[in-house]
């Protein structure tokens, strides 16, 4: 009799390499291994153009340990799966078989081996890009940083409404905010959790549509 060993269920690209041979195994009436008989490997129903062997030969004689292993094989262009079928001798009458190896030849997907080497190269450029936006972003963290203690030191002289200028105008440019306490105890938006989600449109004249008056200590707030 012939049974599977080895080489299915697998699958490949449509025209890329299997990546196991098939391997069937001969044994006699008693279970035992049979050498040198030969095995014929023979696609769904005889057809061809769902797989190739290396160098078109579809034989091989099985081994001391009654193992047959077939050539390397390859992919052909239709898609879907089918078995590839192994007898003793040659398929017909008086043959033994068949042992069926399920394959499959898969469709190339957003991912396929073929594209490793243009994935290392867009890699190699994203590196240096993100190495950029990492330096970009450690600048800003520091200006705004110091902006936030600018802001804490108008708070410390009762000039809250400066503040609330100054802040308001930068969400403008760099939109959303987190609340915080500032050092002088005062809730107001963090300067330091600001994104840029749509820069740009800045109202330097006014708060809320409101001109900006005096400061909480009855100053004019001169701001240009």
Not at 208 to 219: C, L, W
Request: hydrophobic share 45%; proline share 7%.
């Amino acid at each position: 009799m012939i049974s599977v060993v080895s080489g299915a269920p697998q699958q490949a690209i449509l025209g890329s390499a299997f990546a196991k041979p098939l391997v069937a195994l001969v044994t006699d009436a008693n279970g035992l291994p049979v050498s040198g008989v030969t095995v014929t490997f023979v696609q769904q129903g005889g057809q061809s153009g769902f797989c190739t062997f290396a160098g078109g030969v579809n034989t091989a004689v099985t081994n001391g340990s009654g193992l047959a292993t077939s050539a390397a094989i390859t992919a052909g262009g239709t898609a879907g799966q089918y078995p590839v079928s192994a007898w003793i001798g040659t398929p017909g009458p008086g043959a033994i078989g068949p042992a069926n190896f399920w394959i499959m030849n898969a469709t190339p997907g957003p991912y396929t081996p073929g594209s490793q080497a243009a994935i290392q190269a867009a890699w190699a450029v994203a590196k240096p890009h993100l190495a950029t936006a990492q330096a970009t972003l450690a600048t800003l963290q520091a200006n705004l940083a110091t902006l936030e203690g600018d802001c804490d030191a108008l708070y410390n002289l009762g000039a809250g409404d400066v503040v609330d200028w100054l802040r308001r105008n930068l969400i403008q440019t760099l939109l959303g905010y987190l609340p915080r306490v500032s050092a002088g105890g005062n809730i107001a938006p963090q300067v330091l959790s600001v994104w840029a989600a749509q820069p740009g449109a800045r109202d330097l004249s006014n708060v809320d549509g409101r001109p900006i008056t005096t400061t909480s200590t009855g100053q004019y707030a001169q701001l240009s």
